[in-house]
C-alpha cells in the first residue's frame, strides 16, 4: 500500500480503538461493548479468528504451542497460553469442572492473563500500527497537499476532509476543546490544556462546511482570552481574515511537516 492508504488505515485504527474504549461503561453499568467495532479492529490486525466451543477467539501465534489468545467478550481479556486452556477456563464441559486442577483454573486466571479491557484494545490497536509501513518522503506529503488544494478549488469537501485529517494525524493536531467548538465548522489544531479548564489552542485550521471556505491562524489562542476567541470567531464566519486561507493551507501544513519554513 502507498503511504497515504496506510496512514488513512492508521486513522481507521484510531477511530476503532476510541470507539470501543468509549463502550465500556462504568462497571456498573453493565454496558455491553462495541463487538463490530472491535471485530473491525482485529480484522486490521495479526490476530486469526477460530471459533473454540462457544468462544470467539482471536490468536496470535507465539513461538513453541503458546499463542497470545483475546477472548471476544465483554472484558476482551488477552490471555498468554493455548487454545484448549483457555476453553476449560472460559467454557468448560461438565466433566471438566470436575477435576481440581480445573477449578482452580476456571476461579484464578491471573498465572495466563496478559491484561483486560482497555488495556487489551491498547494491545491489539498497537499491533495493527506496527504492520503499516509509515514512512514519507517529501513528495509524498507534497501529494497529499496538491490533493487537497485540488479537492478545495473543485469544491470536493470529501477530498478536502480526507487530506486535512491525514495532516492532523501526522501533525497531531486535535480536534477542538469545547469552547472552540463551531456548528457545520471541522477544526482541528495543536491544543494545550491547562489548570482550571483554559484551553490553549493553535496553530488552527477552520474549514466551513457550509461554503468550503478554508483558513487558519498560526497563533496560540488561550480559550480565556476574549479579543482572541472573538476573533477566532469573526475569521470562521468569514468576517475577518486568517493568516492563511484557502489553498495555502495545504502549502502551509506540508511545510510544518517537512520543517521548511513557514
Given at each position: 500500500?502507498?503511504?497515504?492508504?496506510?496512514?488513512?488505515?492508521?486513522?481507521?485504527?484510531?477511530?476503532?480503538?476510541?470507539?470501543?474504549?468509549?463502550?465500556?461503561?462504568?462497571?456498573?453499568?453493565?454496558?455491553?461493548?462495541?463487538?463490530?467495532?472491535m471485530r473491525g479492529l482485529l480484522e486490521l490486525s495479526p490476530y486469526q479468528y477460530q471459533r473454540e466451543r462457544d468462544l470467539d477467539l482471536y490468536l496470535e501465534k507465539l513461538d513453541g504451542e503458546q499463542n497470545k489468545i483475546l477472548v471476544l467478550d465483554n472484558e476482551l481479556p488477552i490471555y498468554r497460553t493455548t487454545v484448549e486452556d483457555v476453553a476449560i477456563r472460559k467454557s468448560p464441559f461438565t466433566k471438566e469442572m470436575l477435576r481440581i486442577g480445573n477449578i482452580i483454573?476456571?476461579?484464578?486466571?491471573?498465572?495466563?492473563?496478559?491484561?483486560?479491557?482497555?488495556?487489551?484494545?491498547?494491545?491489539?490497536?498497537?499491533?495493527?500500527?506496527?504492520?503499516?509501513?509509515?514512512?514519507?518522503?517529501?513528495?509524498?506529503?507534497?501529494?497529499?497537499?496538491?490533493?487537497?488544494?485540488d479537492s478545495l478549488e473543485n469544491g470536493y469537501t470529501d477530498g478536502i476532509l480526507e487530506s486535512l485529517a491525514l495532516f492532523a494525524e501526522l501533525l497531531g493536531y486535535r480536534p477542538p476543546p469545547k469552547a472552540f467548538e463551531l456548528r457545520h465548522h471541522e477544526i482541528f489544531g495543536a491544543l494545550t490544556e491547562?489548570?482550571?479548564?483554559?484551553?490553549?489552542?493553535?496553530?488552527?485550521?477552520?474549514?466551513?462546511?457550509?461554503?468550503?471556505?478554508?483558513?487558519?491562524?498560526?497563533?496560540?489562542?488561550?480559550?480565556?482570552?476574549?479579543?482572541?476567541?472573538?476573533?477566532?470567531?469573526?475569521?470562521?464566519?468569514?468576517?475577518?481574515?486568517?493568516?492563511?486561507e484557502g489553498g495555502k493551507v495545504f502549502e502551509y501544513l506540508a511545510k510544518a511537516i517537512l520543517g521548511r519554513s513557514v
Open positions: 500500500m502507498s503511504f497515504k492508504d496506510n496512514l488513512l488505515k492508521k486513522i481507521q485504527i484510531r477511530q476503532l480503538t476510541l470507539k470501543v474504549i468509549a463502550s465500556f461503561g462504568a462497571p456498573e453499568s453493565g454496558s455491553k461493548i462495541d463487538k463490530d467495532a483454573k476456571i476461579l484464578r486466571d491471573s498465572d495466563v492473563k496478559v491484561s483486560r479491557k482497555e488495556e487489551s484494545v491498547q494491545i491489539v490497536a498497537k499491533a495493527c500500527i506496527e504492520r503499516l509501513d509509515l514512512a514519507y518522503t517529501a513528495a509524498d506529503i507534497d501529494a497529499i497537499a496538491k490533493e487537497g488544494a491547562k489548570a482550571a479548564g483554559e484551553a490553549v489552542f493553535g496553530p488552527i485550521v477552520i474549514f466551513s462546511l457550509v461554503d468550503n471556505a478554508l483558513g487558519m491562524l498560526s497563533d496560540q489562542i488561550s480559550s480565556f482570552d476574549k479579543p482572541q476567541m472573538e476573533h477566532f470567531r469573526q475569521v470562521a464566519q468569514g468576517k475577518a481574515k486568517a493568516a492563511v
